[in-house]
């Protein structure tokens, strides 16, 4: 079975800096990866995901993550962070025909002022 | 379009008793997955259901089991429940073949005392 391992439990930027989250995963086939956003008390929203294709992909609130398939990552990154970024960040991978989306513990996002 | 709601929003059982979550999925959307997120455990896969036939089924106790009806609303009921089954429910929708896009809801905060 896949499984999804994010190494930061917290980071802490300060606004207006850049920003990497990372994520490891492990599957045996081609990984659907995902990542998603949770902010207190709500559920997730998509921020991008890979299928297949272009390794850099683009998602919503200036978000971009990039496959490596020889390191098995697909991190996160943002040139510029904001106040309102503040919020736990899940990587996820999937599998083909199958919506068991494995979810890794989350990485706690807190952005200074 | 509206998208996935879940009800009731908090909930508050005794050990013992046996609880109902309910979720709307987005208009169009067939699949319907549930998760348990806690803050030990994280987020974990409880069960999928496309078309009103649960497709794949996570590592819980048969206590927790769910329905699709044929408007794709979908319910997850836990009998018997026990404190550690204090935690945030989540509901996912998606329109593709998995591992489509989720949509996930607001959650079902549930608290057993």
């Known amino acids: 079975a896949q499984s999804v391992t994010q190494p930061d439990i917290h980071i802490t930027v300060s606004e207006g800096a850049s920003l990497e989250l990372r994520c490891n995963y492990s599957?045996?086939?081609?990984?659907?990866l995902f990542w998603y956003v949770q902010s207190p008390g709500q559920g997730l929203q998509l921020l991008l995901k890979?299928?297949?294709?272009?390794?850099l992909v683009q998602g919503i609130k200036g978000f971009e993550a990039e496959f490596k398939r020889s390191q098995s990552s697909f991190n996160l990154r943002k040139p510029s962070v904001h106040w309102s970024d503040a919020a736990e960040y899940f990587c996820a991978v999937g599998a083909y025909n199958n919506n068991d989306m494995r979810f890794g513990a989350g990485t706690r996002l807190t952005v200074k002022p | 379009k509206a998208g996935v709601t879940q009800t009731p929003r908090y909930l508050i059982k005794t050990r013992g008793q046996q609880v109902t979550l309910s979720c709307s999925p987005i208009?169009?959307?067939?699949?319907v997955s549930w998760y348990q997120q806690t803050p030990g455990q994280g987020l974990q896969f409880l069960f999928e259901?496309?078309?009103?036939?649960?497709?794949n089924k996570g590592n819980f106790p048969g206590r927790f089991s769910g329905r699709q009806f044929s408007n794709s609303r979908s319910e997850m009921n836990v009998s018997t429940l026990e404190l550690g089954d204090s935690a945030l429910y989540l509901c996912?929708?998606?329109?593709?073949?998995?591992?489509?896009?989720?949509?996930f809801g607001p959650g079902t905060r549930l608290t057993v005392t």
């Open positions: 996912a929708s998606s329109f593709e073949q998995p591992p489509g896009e989720q949509y």
């Open positions: 890979y299928f297949s294709g272009d390794t």
């Open positions: 259901y496309f078309s009103e036939t649960q497709r």
């Open positions: 208009s169009g959307h067939r699949s």
């Open positions: 599957y045996g086939a081609t990984p659907y």
